[in-house]
Structure formats: structure tokens, C-alpha cells
């Protein structure tokens, strides 16, 4: 299904334009119209999904062949030293639209560009239990 009011339904769709990296039949690639660095490519579905949790497990297994798939280009093409790949879920993880997309973020060296958290310190206890909960 669509959502009439998503704008990420309608870049998918074709109905606002952007910079094509890749489409298919369910998906289309764009550049990030404000990219962490060149090269940054939003893979969306053009089924309207909120996050992780509401996308169909064949569409999550195809969205990360599409991943590696840019990935490798933007190895080879952009010559990037490394690469992101970021999708996150719900406001408090940072997600702003709320319509399922992956970032594929080339890095280089001393880009200065950090993964946003600051490790926790946790003692074996800890890791335990939390261990136990996720089993």
C-alpha cells in the first residue's frame, strides 16, 4: 500500500524527483538530499512500511542485496575508504520519516563524520542478564 501522505512514498513512486542510483519494481535508490558525504544513497521501498518491524522479511532480505550492491559501486566508483550502512527505527532512534528507508553512507579517512553513541560500560552481570533476556 501507498501512503498518499508520505513524501517518501511519492519519491519512490516517482511522483517528486530525485537522483537515481537504482529502481526496480520495488524499490528505488536516491541520492540523500542532505548527505553525510558524497554519495549518500537512501534505498526505499515503494510499499509504504514504518520501520523494520512492518516490513516483510523478503523485502528486508532484497533491500540488503540492493545495499551491497551500491555499496560496491560506491567503492569503486567514489573510492571511499569504508561505508555505513544505517536504518533506523522510531523517533528515539533518529528516525525522522517514518516510511522504512537504509542509508549507504561512503566514508573515507578522517572524514570526521561519527557513528552516533557513546559506548556503555557494562560489567559481565550485566551482559548476562541482558544475554538471558534476548535468548
Do not use: S
Given at each position: 500500500?501507498?501512503?498518499?501522505?508520505?513524501?517518501?512514498?511519492?519519491i519512490a513512486?516517482?511522483?517528486?524527483?530525485?537522483?537515481?542510483?537504482?529502481?526496480?519494481?520495488?524499490?528505488?535508490?536516491?541520492?540523500?538530499?542532505?548527505?553525510?558525504?558524497?554519495?549518500?544513497?537512501?534505498?526505499?521501498?515503494?510499499?509504504?512500511?514504518?520501520?523494520?518491524?512492518?516490513?516483510?522479511?523478503?523485502?528486508?532480505?532484497?533491500?540488503?542485496?540492493?545495499?551491497?550492491?551500491?555499496?560496491?559501486?560506491?567503492?569503486?566508483?567514489?573510492?571511499?575508504?569504508?561505508?555505513?550502512?544505517?536504518?533506523?527505527?522510531?523517533?528515539?532512534?533518529?528516525?525522522?520519516?517514518?516510511?522504512?528507508?537504509?542509508?549507504?553512507?561512503?566514508?573515507?579517512e578522517g572524514?570526521?563524520?561519527?557513528?552516533?553513541?557513546?559506548?556503555?560500560?557494562?560489567?559481565?552481570?550485566?551482559?548476562?542478564?541482558?544475554?538471558?533476556?534476548?535468548?
Amino acid at each position: 500500500m501507498i501512503d498518499n501522505n508520505c513524501i517518501f512514498c511519492k519519491i519512490a513512486n516517482g511522483e517528486i524527483p530525485a537522483y537515481t542510483v537504482y529502481e526496480d519494481d520495488t524499490f528505488r535508490a536516491i541520492l540523500d538530499a542532505a548527505p553525510a558525504n558524497e554519495g549518500h544513497t537512501l534505498i526505499i521501498p515503494k510499499e509504504h512500511y514504518e520501520n523494520l518491524f512492518a516490513i516483510p522479511d523478503a523485502v528486508a532480505e532484497n533491500v540488503m542485496k540492493i545495499a551491497k550492491n551500491i555499496a560496491t559501486l560506491q567503492k569503486e566508483r567514489l573510492h571511499c575508504d569504508g561505508v555505513n550502512i544505517l536504518q533506523n527505527n522510531g523517533a528515539a532512534a533518529g528516525q525522522t520519516v517514518m516510511h522504512y528507508h537504509l542509508h549507504v553512507i561512503p566514508r573515507r579517512e578522517g572524514d570526521g563524520h561519527l557513528v552516533p553513541w557513546t559506548p556503555l560500560q557494562r560489567t559481565n552481570e550485566e551482559q548476562e542478564t541482558t544475554l538471558e533476556k534476548l535468548k
